[in-house]
């Protein structure tokens, strides 16, 4: 599956009234009609929190919200690029001279990032022009990865404009890559599960080399999604590099202390590797080579033995040269200690004991905590909201079918309740009310398809008059 190219699919775009507003808007906006769309979906991870840039298997899943763009190849090389949504302006360039600013976290160059790193890939460098109407319904900024699904996007409308193939897998791999023209040091999660997704599953997603495994979710078990309403955007600020630096500077310092090569270390999982050992080893060897205390960049260039110009030119990023303060011990502490509850969660789901949900449950409660304290990537909101549901479960304890059992965060805006029997989702105002599938397609005409998408065939049980929730089952039957 993986190895495949993204499939073809056909669709009457009148049958579907988001598309056919959106075909609409398009020949408003430029005075014809789009010749295909494509649709890439958000995904939320339900454990293995900021481990991918280190090297370790992470299990999210896509989710129903999604970008969609409608696309008009033309024959000049202008490309422009539209949006729906009013807040984001309208911008046009030269389809063969893309810049992208890394001091400007606009939508548009997360387009260019797709864009540009197909055109890199092929090694062109003449385009062809196009017309693009972006459309979304994926909160920004709220970790569900809307940036990277536009990303995705864009790589899968550049390939189709080409006229060219690629499997999922290079397509995951190209779009991660490319999405650090923008800055961030990303892993690639983001962009694997959202080629990589299927209906009905979730997924274990490794590195080196990238590969997908399903995950079947326990039939009756439930997950929220909760946004907090905090956003996050990890471009415009240096919060999510210094973390990715924080992970690369433990990896070198851990190296240097049992003697390897540290000079081209740039992830934990390297240093587990070269020593051979398992993660709850390397969590011993973190507790000896690493103290609590943060270090500074002046003992960071003692125990490397280099200067702080090197620290600053060859090992971190451009936004970070100018940090005082490294807590690396505890930034190893939650990657070995994430990985291993990645790998545990993965292997209650095979098992399928008794106390799945528990166990489970269990495990994504330890994950928040390691979030909140160890790797400092929560926040007072999302502590809140995770409170509360934490004794929402409490009370729910006296009716057999409705147990809460363990939450966890991701980034600072959402959420995940493993429970017994019903389903929660916490989505925002306009959520579509049914569960799709990816989808890239042209009208009347075969084109690609983006994966297939969604955890355990959910069937829509319930809606709420309260704004922002929308209640799920899932049910292996339907």
């Known amino acids: ?275 051979g050992i398992s993660l709850e080893e390397m969590l011993l060897v973190t507790e000896d080579a690493l103290h609590p205390e943060p270090y500074n960049p002046e003992e960071i260039c003692r125990c490397l033995g280099i200067s702080l110009e090197e620290l600053r030119t060859q090992i971190l990023s451009p936004n970070t040269q100018g940090v005082l303060i490294f807590k690396l011990y505890q930034r190893a502490k939650h990657v070995y200690s994430e990985a291993a509850r990645v790998l545990q969660f993965k292997k209650i789901c095979e098992e399928a004991p008794e106390n799945m949900v528990q166990l489970l449950g269990e495990l994504m409660n330890q994950s928040h905590m390691s979030c909140q304290d160890m790797y400092e990537c929560s926040c007072p909101e999302l502590d809140q909201l995770v409170d509360i549901c934490r004794y929402a479960g409490v009370c729910w304890r006296s009716a057999p079918d409705s147990v809460c059992l363990g939450i966890t965060g991701r980034g600072c805006t959402t959420v995940k309740i493993a429970a017994c029997s019903f389903l929660w989702k916490l989505c925002p105002r306009g959520a579509p009310a049914r569960c799709q599938p990816a989808l890239c397609f042209q009208e009347n005409v075969s084109f690609p398809i983006a994966p297939q998408l969604l955890c355990s065939n959910l069937r829509q049980q319930e809606e709420h008059q309260k704004d922002c929730i929308v209640v799920w089952k899932s049910d292996s039957s339907t």
């Not at 536009?150 to 193939?165: E, I, K, Q, S, Y």
Request: charged share 20%.
């Open 1 to 275: 599956m993986a190895a495949e190219s993204p499939a073809m699919r056909r669709v009457q775009v009148a049958e579907h009234p988001r598309l056919l507003k959106l075909k609409e808007m398009f020949n408003s906006k430029f005075g014809s009609i789009p010749k295909f769309y494509v649709r890439a979906p958000g995904r939320v991870n339900i454990i293995g929190e900021h481990i991918d840039y280190c090297g370790y298997s992470v299990l999210p899943m896509a989710i129903e919200q999604d970008v969609l763009i409608a696309v008009e190849p033309v024959k000049t090389y202008t490309l422009q690029l539209a949006n729906t949504n009013p807040l984001y302006p309208d911008f046009s360039t030269s389809a063969n001279n893309i810049q992208i600013d890394k001091t400007k976290a606009l939508w548009h160059n997360y387009f260019l990032c797709g864009l540009k790193g197909i055109q890199e890939h092929f090694g062109l460098s003449n385009l062809t022009g196009m017309n693009c109407l972006v459309d979304g319904n994926i909160p920004p900024s709220s970790g569900l990865s809307s940036s990277s699904a536009l990303v995705c996007c864009a790589g899968l409308v550049t390939l189709t404009v080409l006229g060219r193939n690629l499997s999922k897998v290079e397509l995951a791999e190209i779009c991660a890559k490319s999405e650090r023209y923008i800055g961030t040091e990303g892993g690639g999660m983001d962009q694997s599960i959202s080629f990589l997704a299927e209906e009905g599953t979730a997924k274990l997603i490794e590195f080196s080399p990238l590969r997908a495994t399903d995950v079947k979710l326990p039939s009756g078990a439930v997950f929220v999604i909760a946004n907090s309403c905090v956003e996050m955007n990890k471009a415009a600020t240096s919060h999510f590099n210094i973390r990715v630096m924080e992970c690369r500077l433990a990896a070198k310092l851990l190296a240097k202390y049992k003697n390897l090569q540290w000079d081209n270390v740039l992830r934990l999982e390297e240093v587990q590797a070269k020593l």
